[in-house]
DNA sequence: GCCAACGTTGGC
DNA sequence: GCCAACGTTGGC
C-alpha cells in the first residue's frame, strides 16, 4: 500500500534546493527526535512512497516541493555519533531509538504553496498540517489531501 | 523576537 | 501516575 506524506524541514537547515542539489538529488532524512514522527518512519513510510516537502520557520512558511523515498526505515546514525548535535545517548546500535529513512528530489514548486493558499481548500479542511497546534514534523496525508494539492498550478 | 501549543523530564 | 517546570516548534 503506498502512502503519501508531508516531511517539515527549515529551509534555512536543508531546503528543496539542498535536495536537488545533493548527491544523487538524494539525502538521509535524520535528526527526527519525536516518538511518533518516529514511529511513521520506522513503521509506516515505505519505498516508493511521495512525499511534500514543507518549509518551516520561514515567511511564509509552506509546500516547496515533492520527494520520493528510495529506502525505508533504518537507525539514524547521528543519534550515535557524540560529536552530532542530535547525538542521543539513549540510541544505542543494538537497540537505536531513532530512525530515518532515504528520500529524492522528484520536483520543486515553481512558487511556493503557502499556508494561506492551503487553508480555504475544501479537500484539506482536516488536514493535519492545517490544524492549530500540529507540529508534528512527519504526517500522513490522505490521497484527497494528495490529489488536491498536487494538482495546484504552483507546480 | 514573541509567544502559544506541545512534548519531555523528573520530583513526589 | 500526577503535574509543574522546562525546552522546543513554528507561525507570525
Not at 531546503?15 to 509506516?44: C, H, K, M, P
Not at 504526517?139 to 494528495?146: G, R
Amino acid at each position: 500500500m503506498r502512502h503519501h506524506w508531508l516531511f517539515k524541514s527549515e529551509p534555512t537547515v536543508f531546503s528543496i534546493e539542498d535536495l536537488r542539489r545533493a548527491a544523487r538529488q538524494t539525502t538521509a532524512w535524520d535528526g527526527v527526535r519525536n516518538y511518533q514522527a518516529r514511529n511513521f518512519l520506522r513503521d509506516d513510510v515505505h519505498a516508493g512512497d511521495h512525499i511534500l516537502f514543507y518549509h518551516s520557520n520561514v515567511v511564509p512558511a509552506g509546500i516547496a516541493g515533492e520527494a520520493v523515498v528510495t529506502r525505508a526505515g533504518y537507525p539514524d546514525p547521528t543519534a550515535f555519533d557524540p560529536a552530532h548535535r542530535h547525538f542521543d545517548p539513549k540510541s544505542r546500535r543494538d537497540r537505536p531509538t531513532w530512525y530515518l529513512v532515504d528520500v529524492q528530489f522528484v520536483r520543486a514548486c515553481r512558487t511556493l504553496i503557502p499556508l494561506d493558499r492551503l487553508r480555504p481548500l475544501p479537500a484539506l479542511r482536516q488536514m493535519l498540517l492545517l490544524r492549530r497546534g500540529s507540529r508534528l514534523s512527519i504526517q500522513p496525508v490522505t490521497p484527497a489531501e494528495w490529489a488536491a494539492i498536487v494538482t495546484l498550478p504552483e507546480w
